[in-house]
């Protein structure tokens, strides 16, 4: 888990030289980036979004591509199109801007459907398909969309298949009063995002992606995320449960959390940290829950507390 622990640290040190006061945010950050996750990042505009894509790309020494997402947007913009070569008589593949480590898909739903829907393959399968021919995406590959959570005028509500790719829905924040005071001295002059630079090889993290599969879990946390899981498909306050990609996302993403933390073992509070942000985005409230002022936060909140977990049964 050394492995892990010095990537985690010295990436994080190094975006808090950019993003200032948010260390759980850029920590469920390296929790997706150990999963093959992507983030959905819904907050109000000014909040850091972009500036914390950039320096995880910068810090990986990767790839890093801003898609603006407008209502014209088409597919082709963002995989590719093949163009017509007339020296070769051929149709030569022009990348899109999806072929990067990370992608910031800026405004996600003001994208149309049509538009969205281009970005499913290369989140589920990290490849494209176009004209008949399938094309690898580079790895480490991630995509971080922004979402503002306020204003909808123009939008494209994510359908719930676009929504279910995404590992986890991340609020940022404002900054506390303190932090928005560092951040005034650290904008003096040049952005630091200017000057920031690598200090590791994204291609390391493919091996520790696959290390994070050996963190222990006990058969009764194993259990105890199945038992959530129902609970949210049986409850009558949700008309859309959590799927099965939804269960195995909170697995998985508990084990990277373990790892971050420096663990091999999972713990159930790992577990219940990551459960309104897996699980969050990817159900549906019923309109009758919803006017008597339900959320998805109470629900889950409740579906928690009631749910047991028989800690004598752990073997750690």
Not at 107 to 135: C, F, H, K, W
Not at 252 to 268: E, F, I, M, N
Request: proline share 7%.
């Amino acid at each position: 888990m050394s492995q892990i622990q010095d990537f985690v640290s010295t990436v994080t040190s190094n975006i808090e030289k950019v993003i200032i006061g948010k260390g759980n945010v850029i920590e469920m950050l390296m929790v997706a980036l150990l999963c093959e996750g992507h983030v959905l990042l819904e907050d109000v505009p000014g909040t850091g979004k972009t500036m914390l894509a950039r320096s995880l790309a910068v810090s990986m020494k990767g790839l890093f591509k801003r898609l603006q997402c407008t209502p014209d947007l088409l597919p082709n913009d963002v995989t590719g199109v093949s163009i017509y070569n007339q020296k070769s008589g051929d149709f030569e593949f022009r990348p899109g801007p999806i072929f990067v480590n990370v992608l910031l898909v800026d405004e996600i739903n003001r994208a149309p459907p049509r538009t969205q829907s281009a970005l499913l393959e290369a989140m589920q399968e990290q490849q494209v398909t176009a004209d008949g021919t399938t094309y690898t995406l580079p790895r480490p590959f991630i995509v971080m969309a922004t979402q503002n959570p306020v204003e909808y005028e123009g939008t494209f509500p994510l359908p719930e298949a676009q929504l279910d790719r995404f590992l986890m829905r991340l609020p940022v924040g404002y900054p506390s009063p303190a932090d928005e005071q560092k951040l005034f001295k650290h904008l003096q002059g040049a952005h630091p995002v200017k000057t920031l630079g690598s200090v590791v090889d994204g291609a390391a993290l493919i091996d520790m992606q696959h290390q994070v599969w050996n963190i222990y879990m006990d058969e009764t946390l194993q259990e105890y995320i199945i038992k959530i899981v129902n609970a949210t498909r049986s409850s009558t306050n949700l008309t859309l449960g959590a799927s099965p990609r939804s269960s195995l996302a909170l697995y998985k993403a508990s084990q990277a959390l373990a790892a971050v933390r420096g663990r091999d073992h999972v713990l159930p509070d790992d577990i219940q940290i990551l459960i309104p942000l897996i699980l969050g985005h990817r159900l549906i409230i019923s309109p009758e829950a919803a006017l008597r002022g339900r959320t998805i936060s109470t629900i889950l909140r409740e579906i928690v507390d009631s749910t047991p977990l028989n800690l004598s049964k752990l073997n750690r």
